[in-house]
């Protein structure tokens, strides 16, 4: 009975008033209108100079190339809201795949092989989240760590030669139908996209995440478990940096030592388009993967174009900095998605 | 009221050092069901680690706790733990969640539940609509971070309304509320523990405060409990303050228009907006009172924080408007915030570097060290200031002394202006003698001095004038010295009192 006590108070007290109601989706989800609809302009654009860049077969063709590097923002996501950031992304994506080819050379089958590659991404997930929380140190040293380490174990696995893929199946993991009529890849963004989103907006453990990227020492007095919320964050960026590995080499039937070495700065890059602040706190699963979808966008706008590809890198530095531009100078503080 | 009393909370004989400082040397301290408990002591006396040792976030070497339910049964400590909140002095709010989460969200212990928006906005209105329902109305989907200092004040306390706890320790509560939201603050208290059992142990170092909302006291004195559970109405003024240890700094200090009289002569330094001009000889001590809006306004445009066409300065060598607190300091314009935590320390910068960093700026240094660590040491002498190394971090010192730290910044700095943000917020009694002292003395050399304060009393105390603001931000009036009262103060600002 005095459990409670305060409670009773409080509902003995006011009746219910007026309450200012939140925006409906269309102002939760502002900014990411705006990358939606920035997304769509730029294709336009693409479509106006090659026409064929606005056909079904060319959206197949931006999916399927986007598909990886969307399922990588997503885990990036996920430790830039607790405030942290995850350089090894890459490089566990290159490993996954080599070990992945590498267990199939030894006679395991596809599930198998898929298995331990995930393993990779546990196991490197599990070091960062540890040395992280338990030893206190700073995220960007420590997956600054497991980025190099990882990344030489991808060379040392096969001792730098690429390894093509052993099961004849396994191009069923990317391309196949579990779905009628949807291919995996869609399928899978699909569906890690929603399941984080609603995560990250239903869930106490997603509210979580928010809080400590918030303010850690606030987070920490007010009872959330500021070192479990971190951990699972880094745990889940290294699993979904592996899965996407995998979805690769399933595509391209082959796996290679450098495969993910541009891949960490375009996750992060996603991100930031999407609304994240690097400084925590913020930030959307929608967000991310259509800064994914932004920057996956620009790359085959500048192949279909014929630009020289190296002009790339500079394309996508615009697009961030006109993104955080946009961002700086809306008027609204930005808040937890 | 009680027939007879239950002690939620007995502390006895709770003993705690860190490295060879002993803080708590053996402290006695119980509160009961349905009591407002005033918890009293100078900085450093260990009621922070003692509050700290009873929710568990700091361990104790000897001594023992015990937690029991309304009908007297004992409690597991972890279990008892759970029955007790704490609003913190320095808040502990989530900047980019919304007002709603922030209350709300500690009360979730799993993280498998799910967050129910709706609902969680339906309790944190509900809470935050007992201190204040047309604020809770409109900001409950707002980020925190957009709040003022007083907002996020009152969202913390909300939180811990609706923690279902049946004891909460407020340290500090109304250091950042105005005097309406105090009193609003108080009658609900009141009524929560008479009416519902909970219990309130509140630390406070403002007299008048004590009096208006504690019927029991503790006294805790270097770590050891002086006054255990004694009628507030029984104990005087003097007497409080002698138990806690610092009756001569309570000493009547003298009449104070006697050292500014003698105050050198100089170009006053005019302030104006609108329909108004304010002129300060040198020397003068203008208070500033009221709500935040009006204030922070004038505030912000004296250190050049913020370019609004509002205020303009008139004084020999001065822009109409400092372009930056750099311009500003170099100039003689002074300031001493009042969010010591946010923006007024440097966590990471050891207490020498804290202390000299406006001097840095007003002289221009390029080489730090050398003759700064003897200069350090002084100042920090002067202010009485304990710390065991000029490069220990600033957190190795109790909120009290953190603040001296940042006093320490400007005074003695020969400076023309200096604007002062609520500077003796959470230092106790003794401690704000001696910065009032010091500051008169500062003033009596000929700087003009900006004081915001929500205590009215500090006010009358230390002013020669003051501009009062109304809710709305607008300027009510300008009462000099001898007109002076509190009510006028309530009366103009629009705040009761």
Request: aromatic share 6%; proline share 3%; with cysteine.
């Amino acid at each position: 009975m005095t459990e409670a006590s305060t409670q009773q108070a409080l509902q003995n007290g006011s009746a219910p008033l007026p309450i200012r109601q939140r925006e409906g989706v269309i102002g939760a989800y502002r900014t990411e209108i705006a990358i939606a609809i920035a997304i769509v302009l730029l294709a336009l654009a693409v479509g106006s100079q090659v026409p064929q860049a606005l056909s079904w077969g060319n959206f197949a063709n931006i999916t399927q190339a986007g598909a990886p590097l969307m399922i990588m923002s997503l885990g990036v996501l996920l430790v830039v809201i607790t405030g942290g950031i995850d350089l090894s992304v890459g490089s566990v994506f290159s490993l996954t795949g080599m070990v992945t080819a590498q267990a199939m050379a030894y006679g395991f089958g596809g599930v198998g092989a898929s298995l331990i590659g995930l393993g990779v991404g546990l196991v490197f997930g599990s070091i960062n989240g540890f040395l992280v929380t338990i030893a206190g140190l700073a995220p960007f040293v420590v997956t600054l760590i497991t980025f190099a380490v990882a990344g030489s174990l991808a060379f040392i696995v096969t001792n730098g030669r690429s390894m093509p893929i052993g099961d004849p199946d396994f191009w069923l993991l990317n391309s196949g139908s579990l779905v009628p009529g949807m291919p995996n890849y869609i399928l899978f963004c699909l569906v890690l996209l929603v399941t984080i989103e609603i995560f990250l907006k239903k869930m106490v453990a997603g509210r979580w995440f928010y809080a400590v990227g918030s303010s850690s020492a606030a987070a920490f007095l007010l009872g959330i478990p500021v070192k479990r919320t971190k951990f699972l964050a880094y745990v889940a960026s290294s699993l979904l940096a592996s899965f996407s590995g995998l979805l690769t080499i399933s595509y391209i039937l082959n796996a290679e030592s450098t495969a993910g070495s541009s891949l960490m700065l375009q996750a992060i890059a996603a991100v930031v388009i999407g609304g994240a602040s690097l400084l925590g706190g913020t930030g959307t699963a929608v967000g991310a993967a259509l800064g994914a979808l932004m920057i996956t966008v620009i790359q085959n706008g500048v192949n279909l174009i014929g630009i020289n590809s190296f002009w790339q890198g500079s394309v996508t530095g615009a697009a961030i900095l006109i993104a955080v531009l946009i961002d700086r100078f809306s008027k609204s503080r930005r808040r937890a998605g | 009221m009680h027939d007879r009393q239950t002690f939620v909370v007995t502390v006895r004989g709770l003993t705690k050092s860190y490295g060879a400082t002993s803080v708590l040397k053996g402290v006695d301290f119980s509160v009961a069901r349905g009591e407002v408990h005033a918890l009293l002591g100078g900085n450093g006396a260990g009621k922070s680690t003692m509050i700290r040792i009873i929710t568990g976030s700091a361990a104790k070497d000897g001594g023992e706790i015990e937690f029991r339910d309304a009908a007297g049964n004992l409690r597991a400590e972890a279990e008892g733990r759970r029955t007790v909140t704490v609003v913190h002095q320095e808040l502990a709010l989530l900047p980019h969640l919304t007002v709603a989460e922030n209350i709300v969200l500690p009360r979730y212990s799993s993280g498998l539940s799910v967050f129910d928006g709706k609902r969680s906005v339906q309790q944190a209105y509900e809470a935050l609509g007992l201190i204040d329902r047309d604020f809770a109305a409109c900001s409950l989907h707002r980020p925190v971070g957009d709040l003022s200092l007083h907002e996020g004040q009152m969202v913390e306390i909300a939180r811990a309304l609706s923690s279902g706890a049946q004891l909460i320790l407020l340290d500090e509560p109304t250091a950042n509320l105005t005097a309406a939201e105090t009193e609003r603050l108080f009658s609900l208290l009141r009524r929560l523990a008479r009416e519902n059992g909970l219990s309130v142990v509140f630390v406070s170092h403002r007299m008048k405060e004590i009096r208006q909302i504690a019927d029991i006291c503790t006294i805790i004195r270097d770590g050891r409990t002086v006054v255990n559970r004694v009628a507030t109405s029984s104990l005087s003024d003097t007497a409080i303050v002698e138990k806690m240890g610092q009756l001569a700094a309570h000493a009547p200090t003298g009449t104070v228009s006697g050292a500014r009289r003698s105050a050198p002569d100089g170009e006053a330094l005019t302030i104006r907006e609108e329909g108004l001009e304010m002129m300060l000889p040198p020397g003068t001590i203008l208070g500033v009172a009221g709500a935040p809006a009006g204030p922070e306004s004038l505030i912000s445009a004296l250190v050049g924080a913020a370019q609004s066409k509002r205020w303009s300065v008139s004084f020999s060598g001065w822009p109409q408007r400092f372009s930056s607190p750099h311009q500003a300091a170099t100039l003689g314009a002074g300031f001493i915030t009042g969010d010591r935590s946010q923006k007024g320390v440097l966590r990471s910068l050891p207490i020498i570097d804290n202390v000299m960093a406006s001097r840095r700026v007003t002289r221009g240094s390029r080489l730090a060290g050398g003759r700064e660590n003897a200069e350090c040491f002084d100042i920090l002498q002067a202010l009485k200031v304990k710390a065991a190394s000029l490069w220990d971090l600033p957190d190795t010192l109790s909120g009290g002394t953190q603040q001296k730290l940042l006093l320490a910044r400007w005074l003695g700095v020969p400076s023309r202006l200096l604007v002062l943000e609520e500077p003796t917020r959470g230092v106790d009694i003794g401690t704000k003698k001696e910065i009032y002292q010091l500051i008169r003395d500062m003033a009596s050399s000929g700087t003009i001095i900006v004081w915001w304060s929500t205590e009215n009393a500090e006010l009358l105390e230390v002013c020669d004038r003051v501009v009062a603001f109304d809710t709305e931000g607008r300027c009510a009036g300008i009462i000099d010295r001898e007109e002076l009262s509190e009510d006028r103060l309530a009366d103009l600002t629009g705040m009761a009192a």
